[in-house]
C-alpha cells in the first residue's frame, strides 16, 4: 500500500518560513504519482482538522489546479515534482496562529479533473508538526 511520509516541520518565529514536504512511497507498478491528488490539513488541540491547501488536476491531466483555505492563500504555495513523488507546501509569513500537526492526504484519481482529495479513500500521514512563536 502507498506510504505518505510528511517531514519539514519544525520551530520558527512569527514571520518566517518553512517548506514542508509529503513523500509517495510503495506505489505499485501500475500506479503512477501523477494519479494523486494530494493535500494538507491540520489541526490543533482546540479545533477540527482543517483542509487548507489541495493540489490536484484539470481535465485534461495537463495543468495541476490549487486551492487554497482563506486563511493561508497568498502565504502559502502547494506544488508537486513528479520526479520525487512528493508534494510540497511553502509556508511564508507564518502566524502563531499557524501552529499546528500538519497533515499530508493522497487519493488516487487516475482520471478526470479533481482538485482535492475524496473524504471516505484518501491515505494520510502520520503528521508534521509546526510551532510558530511569537
Known amino acids: 500500500q502507498v506510504q505518505v511520509v510528511e517531514s519539514g516541520g519544525g520551530l520558527v518565529q512569527a514571520g518566517g518560513s518553512l517548506r514542508l514536504s509529503c513523500t509517495l512511497s510503495?506505489?505499485?507498478?501500475?500506479?503512477?504519482?501523477?494519479?494523486?491528488?494530494m493535500a494538507w490539513f491540520r489541526q490543533t488541540p482546540d479545533k477540527e482538522r482543517e483542509r487548507i491547501s489541495c493540489?490536484?488536476?484539470?481535465?485534461?491531466?495537463?495543468?495541476?489546479?490549487?486551492f487554497y483555505k482563506a486563511s493561508v492563500k497568498g502565504r502559502f504555495t502547494i506544488s508537486r515534482d513528479s520526479l520525487k513523488n512528493t508534494v510540497y507546501l511553502q509556508m511564508t509569513g507564518l502566524k502563531v496562529e499557524d501552529t499546528a500537526v500538519y497533515y499530508c492526504?493522497?487519493?488516487?484519481?487516475?482520471?478526470?479533473?479533481?482538485?482535492?482529495?475524496?473524504?471516505?479513500?484518501?491515505?494520510w500521514g502520520q503528521g508534521t508538526r509546526v510551532t510558530v512563536s511569537s
Open positions: 493540489i490536484g488536476w484539470d481535465g485534461q491531466r495537463k495543468s495541476p489546479v490549487q
Open positions: 510503495a506505489l505499485t507498478s501500475d500506479e503512477d504519482f501523477d494519479e494523486y491528488v
Open positions: 492526504v493522497a487519493d488516487r484519481v487516475p482520471v478526470g479533473p479533481r482538485t482535492c482529495p475524496r473524504d471516505d479513500v484518501s491515505r
